[in-house]
């Protein structure tokens, strides 16, 4: 074999190794650009010897494979890619080899000979395509191989931003549409399932695009429902008869159907220079969208034209990603910390000179578990490379390149707990180690700051900080320990900045935190696989602690919305003599351990997580009744339209508000549809 030809076949076994990690493992090993820059090697490979080329070369392949569990569906159009480049000559000459052409008979915006372009964001999630028939959602499938995916359309119907059925208004709809966008989960989304996974002690997810990925791929709608995923339109499948003569009035269609259009950046132009000081700006302001970007989408708008530059084997000739490189830089990996979490978990974090990243000074990093440790084969000593993960999460990526240093040390799982000194365990299948001592210290420090909590006991005057004050004092040992604390004001005055007003406050937070019921009470607790909701289900089902201890496993996971797993963690908290002696003691220092009624979070239906604004005059209904019935239905109302904003709901003369939700891309409907929705029709 020559040379290039071992060096291409090398380049494929690297590629469709990083394609499993990537697409089916969901935990890449290379970054992006390195993945691409190795991908572009083998393309130029491949056209400088076309007998190299091989008919299954991932310079061919589009995405993944196809999915278990799910109907593969042909694509009426395929799904292609996109071609990428991180350099700015290249989109440039991109820009004049379109020119070229069909520069001649492009009028552009501004004249003769120029072609306009629209840039938009590249939100970094997963491609669907959704078809709808006469107006109603028929189907949607993920982008899979380009030619073929999978068919989702029953966990995509749970995401709100996807209109089950278009909106006419004074418009004609198309007999068939297939729109194609981006699914995907905002940093708030992705940050609120992490705090609760945390809370679980369950493994937390690694990046908003696999969460969204993992997501899609559930196989119970209603573990799709929970996730607040998002959607925005990017672009065309089909559309009969189609009567638009270019992107961005497309676009404007799909706005007036009730579809939510990507606007973030969303402008037209006919001048690289124009184009460039565009891209310079979004890639500043990118990090206020709220959700992850890896670039910018350019296009040729017009779709004559996109028509006459055409398509190659994997991604049409008439768009361009320009990606923005992620900021890595190179420090020194000082230590590994094995921390202790409140449900036992035990994960490496790093420790590191600090190093200017991506906006901020990074000096730890989470490794996560033991295997990601192996897989980035890094040792303490050695100079590591760091990056920010959608800009904000800091991620050790590997080695740094050159010689090593040669005093090294290994980085070695623990045997025994760092806090506790109690044998670690690794139960099946999982990929974290754990300390089970339930009188372990770490865990009852975090445990303590868990319970404390503003969603749980909410006990005012006692935050993170005089919790570790009073453990590492040897005053709280156990949560009933908060309770006694009242026989120990002196010992609590001899405290470092501990006053008599500090103390006294404190004091009454604990007090008032005893009547705050069962179900704070026990999603307070740390249970493992106990959150908010299934505390309050729990607690509401049973009424007391006293029905919730007697009862057995099958019983609790009779109960509605609670799985097997939860029922067996609380059936094995409640029946343990840890669990007894908790709840007992919580239950002498006189905490209310029974429930009265709880309002269970809902977990379905078509406001419910979402924060609505209100606007403008409707005939039905006042403001205020909408409101209370959004309310109702599990929605929050807020006043003003930002970022966090998922929906509008735009009456007659809704003026700023709708401009400004129009330009964020949020989610409007009008009276009419607002309408269908509380009539329960339409969704
Ligand atoms: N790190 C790794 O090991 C590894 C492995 C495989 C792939 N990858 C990455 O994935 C890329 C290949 O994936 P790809 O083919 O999906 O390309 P891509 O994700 O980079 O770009 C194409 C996709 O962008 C999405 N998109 C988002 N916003 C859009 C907009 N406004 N307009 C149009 N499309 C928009 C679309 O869903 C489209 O399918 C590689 O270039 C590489 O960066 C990395
Ligand atoms: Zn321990």
């Known amino acids: 074999m020559t040379d290039v030809a071992a060096r291409a076949s090398e380049l494929r076994g690297i590629l469709e190794d990083a394609n499993r990690r990537y697409y089916v493992d969901a935990s890449p090993t290379l970054s992006d650009e390195a993945y691409d820059r190795l991908l572009a090697e083998l393309q130029s490979i491949e056209e400088a010897h076309p007998e190299l080329a091989t008919e299954d070369s991932p310079t061919r392949r589009v995405g993944g494979e196809p999915i278990e569990g799910f109907e593969t569906v042909e694509h009426a159009v395929p799904m292609l890619s996109i071609d990428n480049t991180y350099d700015r000559e290249e989109l440039t000459a991109w820009y004049g080899r379109v020119l070229k052409r069909v520069g001649g008979d492009g009028e552009g915006l501004f004249g003769a000979g120029g072609v306009a372009v629209r840039a938009e964001a590249k939100v970094d999630g997963v491609a669907i395509s959704l078809r709808y028939e006469g107006g109603r959602l028929v189907r949607a499938v993920t982008r899979g191989d380009g030619r073929r995916g999978d068919d989702v359309t029953a966990n995509v119907r749970t995401i709100r931003a996807v209109p089950m059925v278009l909106d006419a208004g004074e418009d004609i709809l198309p ?15 992705f940050d609120r399932i992490n705090h609760e996974k945390e809370a679980r002690g369950e493994a937390m997810l690694v990046n908003p695009r696999n969460a969204t990925a993992g997501t899609l791929k559930q196989l119970d709608a209603r573990a799709v429902a929970e996730r607040r995923l998002r959607f925005l339109a990017h672009g065309v499948g089909v559309v009969e008869p189609n009567r638009f003569e270019s992107y961005s009035v497309f676009c404007g269609a799909l706005r007036g159907w009730g579809l939510p259009v990507n606007d973030a950046l969303g402008d037209v132009t006919d001048s690289v220079e124009e184009l460039w000081g565009m891209i310079e700006r ?3 302001e990118r990090i206020g969208l709220g959700f992850a970007t890896d670039g910018v989408v350019v296009r040729v708008d017009r779709f004559d034209l996109q028509e006459r530059l055409g398509v190659r084997s994997k991604s049409p000739r008439w768009v361009i990603a320009f990606k923005f490189a992620a900021e890595r830089k190179e420090t020194v990996l000082r230590d590994v910390v094995w921390q202790v979490g409140k449900t036992g978990r035990i994960t490496p974090r790093a420790e590191m000179d600090p190093v200017f990243v991506g906006g901020t000074t990074v000096t730890f990093a989470t490794l996560h578990n033991a295997d990601q440790v192996e897989r980035l084969g890094v040792e303490i000593g050695d100079r590591v490379v760091v990056q920010k993960a ?8 590997g080695l740094a390149e050159g010689k090593r240093e040669t ?9 025994a707990c760092p806090s506790c000194g109690e044998p670690t365990v690794r139960e099946e299948g999982e990929v974290d180690l754990r300390c089970v001592n339930p009188a372990c210290p770490a865990q009852l420090m975090e445990r303590l700051i868990w319970f404390v909590g503003r ?12 919790v570790i004050q009073l453990v590492e004092a040897g005053l709280v040992k156990t949560f009933g320990d ?8 002196a010992e609590l005055l001899d405290l470092d900045r501990m006053g008599e007003k500090k103390v006294e406050g404190m004091l009454v937070g604990i007090e008032a935190s005893k009547e705050r019921g069962l179900a704070r009470v026990l999603a307070g607790l740390g249970i493992r696989h106990v959150g908010g909701r299934a505390a309050a289900i729990l607690a509401g089902h049973f009424g007391d602690v006293k029905s919730l201890s007697a009862a057995d496993v099958e019983t609790i996971a009779d109960v509605d919305e609670i799985g097997p797993i939860t029922a067996a963690s609380v059936h094995d908290f409640a029946s343990s003599d840890a669990g007894r002696g908790i709840l007992g003691d919580l239950a002498s220092c006189g905490v209310d351990l029974t429930q009265e009624q709880v309002a269970v979070p809902a977990g379905d239906g078509p406001f419910v997580g979402k924060r609505v604004v209100i606007t403008g005059t409707f005939e039905a209904m006042d403001r205020k009744a909408i409101k209370q019935r959004v309310e109702a239905m599990g929605g ?5 339209v930002s970022g966090n904003t998922d929906l509008l709901l735009a009456g007659e003369r809704a003026g700023s508000k709708l401009a400004k939700a129009e330009s964020l891309g949020v989610e409007v409907w009008d009276e009419a549809r607002l309408m269908s929705v509380l009539d329960g029709e339409g969704e």
Not at 177 to 185: A, S, T
Not at 455 to 466: F, H
């Open 175 to 189: 007999d068939v549409l297939e729109v194609r966008g981006e699914i995907f989960m905002d940093q708030a989304e």
């Open 636 to 640: 929050r109302v807020s006043g003003s």
């Open 282 to 284: 979004f890639e500043r």
């Open 407 to 415: 005093k090294r040390r290994k980085i070695e799982a623990p045997s």
């Open 482 to 489: 908060l309770y006694r604390l009242n026989d120990r004001r």
């Open 390 to 397: 959608g800009e904000i999460i800091p991620q050790v990526m």
């Open 455 to 466: 969603d749980q006991m909410d006990i005012d005057g006692l935050g993170e900080k005089a």
